[in-house]
């Protein structure tokens, strides 16, 4: 399976800034979804965005979808040091049905 | 919502044991179930795919005489790591297909010493 690109891989934000991480993708979705992850742990889903969407929010959390570049951004805006994780985008490009998960961006929020 | 129970939640082992690791589907069947494998600082990256009462389907440059899966209900899935070497360390996840998406197991940590 072919992983997407993340950037940056790595951020880090003051308290109450805005973060915005980006991902792009290969081939044609039916969704794309975002999840975070604290360190060493497992997966927690954010939130989906399908590929007739073009922007989704729910409550701090901001997705955007651009088919045409086959690519989407995540903004978490008034940042909170709790928010501090690793963020993946995923696709369900795989081929056994599975998703296919970006490299991710690890964000730091500094209180 | 659909809940996967993974168990154990972080093993230790010596080298050249084998450690199964277990996902249950609590309140759904899961046909299907996907084992990803997540290197320190890397991404998720599909190891296999087990169908209920078939052969496990391996991505490429996966052993699947090492990485032995099991899927034989509709509740159980098995990844058995067998004769573990230290490279095989890693964080092991499991994933079922639902209604809505995907649900997660939380993860196994393994450390082979």
């Known amino acids: 399976s072919q992983q997407g690109e993340e950037d940056p891989q790595a951020l880090s934000i003051q308290e109450g800034e805005n973060a915005t991480m980006n991902c792009s993708y290969k081939?044609?979705?039916?969704?794309l979804q975002w999840y975070r992850q604290n360190s060493g742990r497992g997966l927690v889903h954010l939130i989906l965005i399908r590929s007739n969407e073009r922007e989704k929010h729910s409550g701090r959390l901001r997705v955007t979808l651009d088919t045409s570049k086959k690519s989407s951004s995540l903004l978490i805006t008034a940042s909170r040091a709790a928010d501090t994780a690793s963020y993946f985008c995923?696709?369900?490009?795989?081929?056994?049905?599975?998703?296919?998960f970006g490299k991710g961006t690890k964000l730091s929020v500094k209180p | 919502g659909a809940v996967v129970s993974q168990h154990p939640s972080w093993v230790i082992c010596k080298s050249g044991t084998s450690v199964k690791i277990e996902c249950r589907s609590l309140?759904?069947?899961?046909?299907?179930m996907f084992w990803y494998r997540q290197f320190p600082k890397q991404s998720l990256m599909l190891m296999a795919t087990s169908n209920e009462g078939s052969k496990a389907t391996y991505e490429q440059g996966v052993e699947k005489d090492k990485f032995l899966i099991n899927h034989a209900s509709l509740t159980l899935s098995t990844l058995t790591v067998t004769s573990a070497h230290p490279e095989d360390s890693s964080f092991y996840i499991c994933s079922a297909s639902v209604n809505y998406g995907y649900t997660f197991g939380s993860g196994t940590r393994l450390t082979v010493v």
């Open positions: 995923a696709t369900d490009e795989g081929s056994q049905g599975n998703l296919i």
């Open positions: 309140d759904f069947q899961a046909t299907t």
């Open positions: 081939t044609s979705i039916n969704n």
